[in-house]
């Protein structure tokens, strides 16, 4: 058992010899508890060297060995659901020197991913798609004659999302030789909520008696063995062997701990989700500012207190969401449904319908599944639905599977939908207490990490629905900000002496301004944390042209390409938004 990090890369020499799987299987057996502990020594040090996922891939060490030692991979397709726990993947895989650049610009993704290794069967950022590529797998290596076996790696806490059962569902009816692995270690990336997690631990709890999982997976047609000790290496390898060994549908549960060998994590497997890079000699920090999911934090357990009819709802994003005063202080009142986000919404919606004012808790990246909910379930029946989207537009390491750069292009399509885009921490707090008394579906997007620094104070003010703000007037263009990037906004406008207008709302927009700027200046540039193709500045474009206005139009957002893992600087940076950037582009456009 570890105690702590360490700060020296530990001795490793037998993980050292091994740089391939194939490898890894000339070993004798009863080597393999050898290479775990290697393998934790080494995986504990390099995640402290980089920051990224810990608890999930402590837990699977002697999983991910007892898989590549059993199966022939890469001919075999081995797919992890969610990428969390794949580190210990990587570093069997050919990739242990490159876990130093672990969500580095240029270096290794932090989830699974085609095109950095053909180890990497499926590409997984978000959960419960596992079932679902690894049965796809399977066909079609049955339908070209191939013997190949796939195997998915699910979480208990992936297995809540009902695109797992529907995956389960469809499998046991194909009669395809596939293997899906439960991976329970009754955790998400917080605790697991549902009466699928009470299943599972009554299962658990008399796994010497009669098994009382097996009947769910079996009624799906699936051969159900375990529940088997994920960290046993002597019943971990006989049970692998005898399920790959068989026909058909193959269901194996087997327990383990999220943290396995690190103290800390397995006491406190929350906290241990992830870790930031350990410096070896502490650096005084600067006093923490408030991020803006602090500020939404605070706001709803202020609107919360003064209104009984609001209801919080978040798929299994208490912690990201800054939920957990509220959890506390409105238990009644605060639902986690796990990884659910179709369920989510329309749970909002039904909650609507019944006189409630539910607030929706939810990263752009992941409202995305919930998309027709929104459509058909709370937007055309015109439900007072508050959507909260944190983590909107560049995310920095966690790269393009959890970038929120689509959310505006998807909903300001829909007729009636309120859109809004705080610049700083006290428009955050202004803006969901607009949203929160718009009696119709309304959104709030904000970026992960801080603002300005700005305090907000206890007053919550409604702001008239599209009113923008001038923050400074200038001559030959305007810069038209949406959201976060207002620093670099203020700091261009003063370099080159523009007008500065801080939209925030993007649906309705500010349309009269919109004219006067237009009429006034050579050139209006919009400025957004999204995608440049149907977002804020496309709603521009579309209502210049609707009205015959003429006017120059510059829109700056993210390109129309993949931003990779990097830091959120870097990848400003690669899109051509910091401020010297900015300062460039307008130049080149007014010299034009």
Known sequence: MFEQIPLQRPPTPLLDRIDTPEQLRRLDADQLPEIA???????????????????????????????????????????????????????????????????????????????????????????????????????????????HRAVAVIGDGAMTAGMAFEALNHAGHTGADLLVILNDNDMSISHNEGGLATYLAKNLKQRTDTNVAAPLFEALEFAYTGPVDGHDFTALLPALQRVLGAKGPQFLHIVTRKGKGFAPAEADPVGYHAITKIEPVAKPSPPAKAKFANIFGRWICDQASTDSRLVAITPAMRE??????????????????????????????????????????????????????????????????????????????????????????????????????????????????????????AAVRYPRGGGPGLVPGNAMTAIALGQSRTLRDGSRAALLNFGPLLPQAQAVAQALNLTLVDMRFVKPLDESRIAELAASHRLLVTLEDHAVQGGAGSAVAEYLQTAGLRAGLLCLGVPDRWIEHASRTEQLLECGLSADQIVRRIEERLDA
Not at 329 to 355: K, N
Not at 364 to 387: E, G, K, N, P, W
Request: with cysteine.
């Open 320 to 441: 990201g969401s800054d939920l957990i005063e509220f959890s506390t202080r409105f238990a009644e009142r605060y639902f986690d449904v796990a990884i659910a986000e179709q369920h989510a919404l329309t749970l909002a919606a039904g909650l609507a319908c019944g006189g409630m004012k539910p607030v929706v808790a939810i990263y752009s990246t992941f409202l995305q599944r919930a998309y027709d909910q929104l459509v058909h379930d709370i937007a055309i029946q015109q439900l007072d639905v508050l959507l909260t989207l944190d983590r909107a537009g560049l995310v920095g390491e966690d790269g393009s599977t959890h970038a929120g750069l689509f959310d505006i292009a998807c909903l300001r399509t829909l007729p009636d939908m309120l859109i809004m885009t705080p610049a700083d921490e006290q428009e955050l707090r202004d803006l969901l207490y607009t949203g929160y008394m718009h009696p119709g579906p």
């Open 37 to 147: 502990e290697q393998l934790r020594a080494f995986l504990l040090y390099s995640v402290g060297q980089t920051g990224g996922h810990f608890g999930a891939g402590l837990g699977v060490i002697e999983l991910t060995i007892a898989l590549h030692y059993c199966l022939n991979t890469p001919d075999d397709h081995l797919i992890w659901d969610v990428g969390h726990q794949c580190y210990p993947h990587k570093i069997l895989t050919g990739r242990r020197e490159q876990m130093f650049s672990m969500r580095q610009q240029d270096g290794l993704a932090p989830f699974p991913r085609r095109a950095e290794s053909h180890y990497d069967a499926f590409g997984t950022g978000h959960s419960s798609t596992s079932v679902s590529a690894a049965l796809g797998m399977a066909l079609a290596d049955r339908l070209q004659g191939n013997t």
